[in-house]
């Protein structure tokens, strides 16, 4: 069975059976425009094509394992099964500014084995295809239609390092971005990495407009070592250099993402250090409040918020724009790979 997000294999195939050009566009429009998942629901094509595409193509290679809103109804968390067993993640964010936001995955598990993250703890188990990535996308937004909203921000935060999946990221941010599909703005799709120095060069080249945030987590190699391997092959001096490229050529604020962990990285220095680290570059820093349960074993614990709005008001005073996250989530275990976890370690137990 072919994905109906496989533009090319659908075209093919309608050419195959002598179908007009035009059914293509109706079944698209179907799709992306009406959020129909069902074949016999597409009113403008004959019901002999809908029979022969339930016979050939499915809406959706994943299946939801488990849902869970927010109290609050602020953040929705998703667990996706895929069609080979493996766990991912999702989550929908519903400002209250009425802006919706999905974080989504490219991985199932993750290689990089930052100790604070509950998804390296999973390994990497795979990368996912485009059309595991479009699937996500595909199911929240029919979710926040039914609910008479809108889909308008997406961010590759979830599970994995989107700069290794990279053809199967490139090609999903152009399906959302492509006017007859998900038609969201290239500035409105944002990829977060860990600091994959080549393709960050890559990226700056192939989405000049798209934003990009980089997990910094430490503003020297010494700490960020000790939390992040990745800063072994590409350290601070090295990562830098490649954002000064991005932002000399694309002239884009980089967002820069800091989990703030109690007597890990938020001594107070270390918000000098920080100011030393990204002043006169375009910068903007989240502040990320360390979720208790990361899947961390216990290891980590939360920096108090005094402290967090102390490392704020430092930047300030340099004029560097920071935010602190809003906890939207905490009831629903909505951090990256912690649902996934949770459940790997249940079904470890009831194997037992």
Avoid at 154 to 166: A, D, H, K, S, T
Avoid at 222 to 228: A, G, H, L, T, V
Wanted: contains cysteine.
């Amino acid at each position: 069975m072919h994905s109906i997000h496989d533009s090319q294999k659908l075209k093919e195939f309608l050419e195959e059976i002598w179908e007009k050009s035009f059914r293509y566009g109706q079944i698209e429009n179907a799709i992306y425009k009406n959020f129909i998942t069902d074949f016999d629901e597409i009113q403008t094509i004959p019901q002999a094509l809908r029979d022969k595409l339930k016979e050939n193509f499915q809406y959706t290679s994943l299946t939801v394992d488990h849902k869970a809103t927010s109290k609050n109804d602020q953040t929705t968390k998703l667990l996706f099964k895929t069609e080979d067993d493996l766990l991912i993640e999702a989550v929908i964010m519903r400002h209250k500014t009425g802006r919706n936001t999905l974080c989504i995955s490219c991985q199932a598990g993750c290689p990089m084995a930052c100790t604070f993250c509950a998804t390296g703890k999973l390994w990497l188990q795979k990368n996912l295809s485009l059309w595991e990535i479009l699937d996500q996308v595909m199911y929240a937004a029919k979710l926040l239609n039914d609910e008479w909203g809108r889909l308008r921000n997406i961010v590759f935060m979830g599970m994995g390092e989107p700069m290794l999946n990279y053809d199967a990221m490139k090609l999903a941010i152009e399906a959302m971005c492509a006017q007859k599909k998900f038609d969201l703005s290239n500035r409105r799709v944002t990829v977060s990495t860990c600091g994959i120095v080549p393709w960050i060069n890559k990226f700056a080249d192939d989405f000049p407009q798209n934003g990009l945030a980089v997990s910094l987590h430490a503003p020297n190699d010494e700490i960020r070592k000790s939390i992040m391997p990745v800063d072994h092959t590409y350290p601070l001096d090295t990562l830098m250099s490649s954002l000064d490229r991005y932002t000399e050529k694309n002239n884009k604020r980089i967002f820069y993402e800091y989990i703030m962990i109690n007597g890990v990285n938020d001594h107070i220095k270390l918000a000098y250090e920080l100011w030393e680290l990204l002043k006169w570059r375009l910068a903007h820093v989240n502040f990320i409040p360390y979720n208790a349960w990361e899947g961390t074993g216990g290891t980590y614990s939360a920096t108090p918020k005094f402290i967090i709005e102390k490392f704020q008001k430092i930047l300030l005073e340099y004029w560097i724009v920071s935010t602190i996250r809003a906890t939207m989530w905490d009831d629903i275990d909505a951090a990256c790979g912690q649902l996934a976890r949770k459940k790997k370690d249940q079904e470890k137990k009831d194997e037992k």
